[in-house]
């Protein structure tokens, strides 16, 4: 047997095996998405107490198997458990660890990702009291641009980042200064399309300068830019309808939880 490996890991899902294991979906730091079972782990006392939970970030020891079979974890200590009140909170909650296993592939490590996604889990949790306050419909401004923020970089790094500063078609730079006029965004040609290149392209919107203006700092790595935007209501409704509907096409299906992030 190959010797055990120890890494950090997010649970991204937990399903039933048998009556007393389950099968655990990782995401870990060095090693990438991994689908282990977790022997005991349906019995009242198990040796992973409550690490297991989806969300939570923990430190594994598992043991490798070749192939296309499930890994067995044997040890799993909670580092940061995603505790939270608010239903709107474990909304968001789930929907990064859903995204995270969509667009991810086992045994692809990606160090930043992971970090990324340990931050966005941590910020969710420390705006719990904030959401409380906020209805279901309407998820507060900060956790909106915390996830839009994650979404933006998340494609990024796998990717599947849209083009927001240069023409999709003649890399030509796009204007977004205040009073330019709106831009037009290609959901299949994956981002903005100057006046030249817009015509004949199918599943166009178009973006206020402003709207395309956010999603640009959004989407930057440096949080100096993106945390301190301040979003209107109508901006951040505007980037998510336009958002949601470019995730959704690079999903190939919709997201239920998108339609609660409408905003
Ligand atoms: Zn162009």
Not at 12 to 21: G, I, K, P, Q, V
Not at 139 to 154: A, G, M, N, T, W
Not at 180 to 193: N, S, Y
Not at 234 to 241: A, D, H, S, V
């Amino acid at each position: 047997m190959a010797p055990p490996i120890n890494d950090d890991a997010i649970v991204l899902r937990t399903a039933d095996f048998s009556e007393t294991s389950m099968v655990v979906t990782f995401f870990t730091r060095e090693n990438g998405k991994i689908s282990c079972l977790a022997k005991g782990a349906r019995r009242l006392k198990n040796p992973f107490d409550t690490a297991l939970d989806a969300m939570n970030v923990c430190k594994i020891l598992y043991y490798p198997k070749n192939g296309d079979v499930l890994q067995l974890v044997t040890e799993a200590k909670l580092t940061d458990r995603f505790r939270v009140d608010s239903t709107v909170a474990i909304y968001a909650g789930f929907h990064v660890v859903q995204l995270l296993n969509y667009f991810t592939e086992n045994f692809d490590p990606q160090n930043e990702l992971f970090d990324l996604t340990k931050i966005v889990l941590n910020d969710i949790v420390s705006l719990d009291s904030l959401c409380k306050a906020a209805s279901l419909e309407n998820p507060p401004e900060k956790l909106s641009r915390c996830l839009l923020h994650y979404e933006l970089r998340l494609l990024g790094l796998v990717g599947l980042a849209p083009s927001l500063h240069e023409c999709v078609g003649c890399s030509k730079k796009v204007e977004v200064s205040r009073g330019a006029k709106r831009i037009a965004f290609g959901m299949m040609d994956g981002g903005v399309l100057c006046a030249n290149c817009r015509p004949g392209k199918r599943n166009v919107v178009s973006l206020s300068p402003e709207a395309l203006g956010a999603l640009q700092l959004l989407a930057s790595p440096d949080e100096r830019f993106w945390k301190r935007l301040q979003l209107s209501q109508k901006t951040l409704g505007e980037i998510r309808g336009v958002w949601n509907q470019y995730l959704a096409h690079q999903m190939e299906r919709p997201v239920p939880i998108l339609r609660w992030l409408k905003r």
